[in-house]
């Protein structure tokens, strides 16, 4: 077990420093990060600008949802860009094979080959925000808090991990660039506010289909102490680890069938 | 010169037809947008009585503001920014150096192009779509409407000449993808495409005046909503050729210096 562990470590530090190794690009990648989250945060506090609630939701509450889904959202990133490239990097230009060869799961060796730490920004930056929103609101956190606050970081990030890997994939049967990545990544930013302005049937889709609404919103109820939610809100590792292990299931699937383009 | 323009216009048409499918996605990455702002201002409407106004827009009239700016940005857009980038990155800008066009000419051809092709293959059916799913209204009158029709044009030229400002850059530095990302959010939020300037703080909004993002989503819209009528319309429309005139100076102005830097340092 320790040697798998110093295994994984070790791979992953090796892609860390192929990343850091050009710091130029290192610093412009952080730069661009920083921004989508500064511009993402920027909206949420001009719309409360001229406006006092959301559909019931104040401000602070607001900003309290959007930072914290920042938490497993930033943590998701570290290891995403081979997931929304797996198609064009791994099966189309072939290096799919490369992982076959070597004695560690293919997903695992995926997700670390190409790692963000940029990433880490927002996790940072939505701790801050959620602390900030969570300090106006009164909230006193208490050890559970905590403890569920890294619940709420680790389940958000394997579903989100999970939903990606799934459509991952998808490309082990069809080769074809068809881009489902883009209008489910898009997806994301409704589990950003608060659930139920979105009406029953995109609830419904984001609660059971694409299971966003766990990211955040149901399990970040504890926090803002909005009872209606409570079943759904404690359920939340429960459907991380079932989709975790739906994707897992779907991607051996996939390898199964996989046939090499051969080039 | 117009028939160079076609030709690369033509293949920025055939370009795209290679990539059907991404297509089907394209529409439902737009409609989700659409839906997101929709639910958010349905929300922020929730608790007041019918055909309350805020800061001048009623509830109908934003959503039609929303969704009229993502279908027009689905025509506009384009990414000469990171094509020229590209273009750098691999030596290939050179090639263009050689050719009786300017870069400037070959990448706004290729976006309008491209533009053109996706109106109807892309804008087209995504209006559709968001017209069916959403209480989108229609425009204020048949001036408000070719007045939308000319300002959307207007709006693409603007977006283009910004665009290849920024991938001018790309001569100067290694990286210019936080320097593209920059550009990204400012027209975002600095066009009005999520929400129109009235929202805005004060000094935001005056900013925002001096500043050419806001004829790309926010006078289309505007116009297509009869915000503006007679004189006020073609000053609108002014304002915004004015911008994409400015614009159109500084690209050539750029370029023409880029091209002397290239062959002093070229080898």
Redesign the interface.
């Known amino acids: 077990m320790r040697r798998v562990l110093s295994l994984y470590t070790g791979f992953f530090v090796q892609s860390l420093k192929a990343r850091l190794a050009y710091r130029a690009d290192f610093l412009s990648e952080l730069f661009a990060s920083l921004l989508a989250t500064a511009a993402g945060i920027l909206f949420v506090v001009l719309l409360f600008h001229r406006i006092p609630d959301l559909g019931g939701w104040r401000r602070e509450e607001v900003l309290f949802l959007y930072g914290l889904s920042l938490v497993p959202y930033g943590i998701f990133n570290i290891f995403s860009i081979n997931l929304y490239e797996f198609a064009d990097r791994y099966i189309i230009e072939g290096r799919f094979d490369r992982l076959l060869l070597r004695p560690m799961p293919t997903l695992a060796q995926l997700l670390m080959e190409r790692s963000r730490l940029t990433a880490l920004q927002e996790v940072a930056v939505g701790l801050g925000v959620a602390l900030w929103a969570g300090a106006r609101l009164g909230l006193a956190w208490s050890a559970v808090d905590l403890l569920w606050l890294g619940v709420v970081a680790v389940s958000g990030a394997v579903i989100l991990l999970a939903v990606f890997s799934i459509l991952a994939s998808l490309s082990f049967f069809f080769e074809d660039r068809i881009g489902v990545n883009a209008p489910v990544w898009n997806l994301i930013q409704f589990g950003r506010f608060p659930l139920p302005i979105f009406g029953p049937w995109l609830g419904a889709v984001l609660s059971w289909v694409i299971p966003f609404g766990f990211v955040t919103f149901y399990p970040a109820t504890h926090f803002l102490g909005r009872s209606a939610f409570r079943t759904l809100c404690y359920a939340t590792p429960l459907v991380a680890a079932a989709f975790a292990l739906l994707g897992l299931a779907v991607w051996t699937l996939g390898v199964r069938g996989y046939r090499s383009t051969g080039s | 010169m117009i028939r160079a323009l076609t030709a690369f216009a033509r293949a920025g048409f055939l370009r795209l037809v290679a990539?059907r499918?991404?297509y089907v996605?394209?529409i439902?990455?737009y409609t989700?947008?659409v839906?997101?702002y929709y639910?958010?201002w349905?929300?922020?409407y929730?608790?007041a009585a019918p055909g309350t106004e805020?800061?001048g827009y009623a509830l109908s009239d934003l959503v039609t503001y929303v969704a009229l700016g993502w279908i027009i940005r689905s025509f506009y857009f384009n990414n000469i920014d990171r094509e020229i980038a590209a273009l750098v990155e691999e030596g290939q800008v050179t090639t263009y150096l050689a050719r009786p066009t300017s870069l400037l000419q070959a990448m706004t051809g290729l976006a309008a192009g491209e533009s053109l092709f996706r109106l109807a293959t892309f804008t087209g059916p995504i209006t559709i779509v968001i017209f069916l799913l959403f209480p989108v209204g229609g425009p204020a009158g048949p001036a408000a409407f070719a007045a939308f029709l000319a300002s959307a044009v207007l709006s693409f030229a603007i977006f283009a000449y910004l665009n290849f400002l920024v991938g001018m850059v790309a001569f100067a530095t290694?990286?210019?993808?936080?320097l593209?990302?920059?550009k990204h959010?400012t027209i975002?939020?600095l066009s009005g495409l999520?929400?129109p300037m009235a929202?805005?703080?004060d000094w935001?909004r005056l900013a925002s005046d001096f500043l050419p993002f806001r004829h790309i989503a926010h006078t289309p819209a505007a116009l297509y909503l009869g915000r503006a009528a007679g004189p006020e319309l073609l000053g609108a429309l002014g304002q915004q050729a004015l911008w994409a005139a400015i614009l159109l100076v500084a690209c050539r102005w750029t370029w023409g210096r880029m091209v002397r830097r290239l062959v002093i340092q070229g080898g």
């Open positions: 990539y499918l991404r996605t394209g439902l990455t989700i947008n839906s997101v639910f958010i349905r929300a922020v929730a608790h805020l800061r290694r990286s210019i993808a936080g593209i990302s920059a959010y975002q939020l999520l929400m929202f805005f703080p935001l």
